[in-house]
């Protein structure tokens, strides 16, 4: 089971109040880009302070990180000839999808639910054509999330002297419920969970199953400031209590045993 | 189709921060309290702004409501009765749940996922034992959540001349995740849902499909602050822009023709 992130014991007052600041005037970010240099020289009217929260958008990290395809170099399988002619959807984008999954989860009515190659389930296996730069390029999840997570934490420290943790968002649908929201697909130096189960309600009722997820919580929050046109690509929670951990996003995904809507 | 919630013509920096004050000091909520009342004089030191939106848990409302149900007073059919043997649940809990339930998605390890009478679909119907004073009571989601949206958002118009948007939350499980996360079951004076349909990125593409549902992220946001021991009922979020609106968590329900996963 998983441990508690938030420091229970921390006083009441450092869990009351939280900011948000969205990190604006990003430049485009090209691959090889520092993003953690380029969000140092973007973020700096408020700067980092330990314990703060750096949440940044998927696409962000998935440009530096060179996860761009030209789809005019796909040659799509026919399998992806033939689904994209009953879906009506381009058959090259298909095949990168295809690619880019372990499983397809449903498939109708044009809308793919993949399982991607890290365990996540969401639409087209998180291959997007919006915010890419280029008529023809499609934009993939990072390889390791988590390790895109680590690597902006670490540079963070070493290049600011901060201690933060840091999340990478993607915004996924949900069965039952319109919209989509940001939820945490990499985590690096807090628990993506909380575990209540054990603890005692104020009447002494014993929580059995309680478990809140923090770091989708957090994603989601920050979608707020960051808006879907990527104008604001990052953004910093300052007064979110938590104690320091390695962390992974891997621990939000449901065992398939466990799954009931696999 | 939904029209934009957030006020595209507004200035970046109107969207780039935002600020989270948890309400505490709150008394426990008797069944026929002035929930606003109560909040006004909590949330004192904050007080209430134009265009803030107030988060209240929904177990907060539900007490205020008097949607309490004293589990001796239940006689459980030969349903209920066969369902909690099958599953170790006590048979008048499965009673009052499936009271509330028009539909019953998944049934399986002590799981009931059902599909309340409001069209939510969630663990329990919403019915809960924890947070809840007296050994034998259960509480109930309220009977009408974007009414007590409603109400509240009136009474802190006429008590404390402030226009806000309310939302009603709870914490619900996702299929695929580990965790539950915070979201809207009620809501008033903003639309639940904003589209990007028809909107070019940076990069003259256009948006097909982006639909977010910010009702939802302001939910999870202000779980952050609130914690799941009750001690933080209400939420404040300053600085969300939006365009006033009736609203109704109902849109964020999906139509069951539209989902892929009943």
């Known amino acids: 089971m998983t441990e508690p992130s938030r420091d229970q014991s921390a006083p009441l007052d450092t869990r009351a109040r939280l900011r948000i600041f969205g990190v604006r005037g990003l430049p485009e970010i090209e691959p090889g880009a520092d993003l953690a240099g380029l969000i140092l020289a973007a973020g700096g009217e408020h700067g ?41 959807r381009d058959p090259r984008h298909i095949e990168v999808i295809l690619g880019e999954s372990r499983r397809i989860v449903r498939m109708d009515r044009g ?4 399982e991607t190659r890290h365990g996540f389930i969401c639409a087209n ?9 280029g008529d023809f390029n ?25 201690s933060v ?21 990499g985590v690096s130096g807090l628990e993506p969970l909380e575990t209540y189960i054990g603890k005692l309600d104020p009447y002494g009722y014993e929580l059995h199953t ?7 919580e957090l994603a989601s929050a920050t ?7 990527c104008q604001v690509p990052a953004a910093i929670v ?7 951990a390695a962390g992974s996003a891997l621990a939000l995904v449901r065992a398939p045993g466990m799954d009931l809507f696999r």
């Open 111 to 114: 809308v793919l639910i993949c």
């Open 138 to 162: 499609a934009c993939l999840l990072p390889i390791d999330p988590d390790a895109s997570a680590a690597g902006l934490r670490r540079a963070l420290q070493e290049q600011a002297g901060a």
């Open 125 to 133: 296996a998180g291959v997007d054509l919006s915010n890419v730069p």
């Open 165 to 185: 943790a840091v999340i990478i968002s993607d915004t996924f649908g949900r069965p039952w419920r319109e919209g989509v929201v940001n939820v945490a697909i």
């Open 48 to 88: 980092f302070q330990d314990g703060d929260v750096l949440v940044v958008a998927q696409k962000a990290v998935s440009k530096a990180e060179g996860r761009l395809v030209d789809l005019r170099t796909i040659e799509p399988s026919p399998f992806a000839h033939t689904i994209a002619e009953a879906h009506q």
């Open 238 to 244: 300052r007064g979110f209590a938590y104690q320091p």
């Open 223 to 229: 979608e707020l400031v960051m808006g879907k046109l």
């Open 210 to 216: 309680t478990v809140i997820a923090p770091a989708d």
